[in-house]
């Protein structure tokens, strides 16, 4: 089946750095989505991208399609302590109306 | 702003009994979502509906698990009878569109016991 996997699985950086993460699939999607989760609540939407190659911004947060359409990457810049979290891509293929998560990749920030 | 309500945020119940979980999605979308979280499967589909109409529960253990949207307010979740193994965040998820992203409720966190 497809399968979404996403690196690293936790990271601990320095506040004001710079973070980077992406998810890899075996399948190619026509959609990317990026969601962030705090403890105790669900995933909140942060990025959506519809188009390989497709770079979209919202403020700190830059998350890119990749050309191959079969991964996605997202940056955080100049984080800060409330960055802490689970951040999850999902992506779809066409022809379906799913969305597969992956696994998460766990975010501490040292202040 | 708009938001997923889910209720109950919390249950414990006994294995072998019923439970119910309601999702009221935001206003005017008519995709729903149902996902199930645990540490071990991570975020899980179960099923989604689509203008009301279930377009794929393949997700879900069929004997025990049902899903249904008795209105275009009202999406549930019923586990009968329900196991140990079913513990785990139950997440609601609305969208406008099938092509779009869509925002997720506050869950509810089940314990059997």
């Known amino acids: 089946g497809q399968q979404l996997n996403q690196s690293p699985q936790s990271m601990f950086i320095q506040e004001g750095e710079d973070v980077s993460m992406n998810c890899t699939s075996s399948?190619?999607?026509?959609?990317w989505l990026w969601y962030k989760q705090d403890p105790g609540e669900g995933p909140v939407l942060l990025i959506a991208l519809y188009k390989a190659g497709e770079l979209t911004s919202n403020g700190r947060l830059t998350a890119q399609f990749g050309i191959t359409r079969k991964d996605s990457f997202l940056n955080i810049s100049a984080s800060i302590p409330s960055d802490v979290g689970i951040y999850f891509c999902?992506?779809?293929?066409?022809?379906?109306?799913?969305?597969?998560f992956g696994t998460g990749t766990r975010l501490k920030v040292l202040a | 702003d708009a938001r997923v309500t889910q209720t109950p945020r919390h249950k414990v119940t006994e294995m072998g009994q019923e439970v119910t979980m309601r999702c009221q999605p935001i206003?005017?979308?008519?995709?729903v979502f149902w996902y199930r979280q645990t540490m071990m499967q991570g975020l899980e589909l179960l099923a989604y509906?689509?203008?009301?109409?279930?377009?794929?529960d393949s997700g879900m253990p069929k004997d025990r698990f049902s899903a249904e949207m008795p209105d275009a307010t009202l999406a549930t979740l019923k586990i009968q009878p329900s196991e140990p193994r079913d513990s785990a965040v139950y997440f609601c998820a609305s969208g406008p569109a099938l092509n779009y992203g869509y925002t997720f409720g506050s869950g509810t966190r089940l314990t059997v016991v």
């Open positions: 509906f689509r203008n009301r109409a279930p377009l794929d």
């Open positions: 206003l005017g979308h008519n995709t």
């Open positions: 399948s190619i999607f026509n959609t």
């Open positions: 999902a992506g779809r293929t066409s022809g379906t109306y799913k969305y597969i």
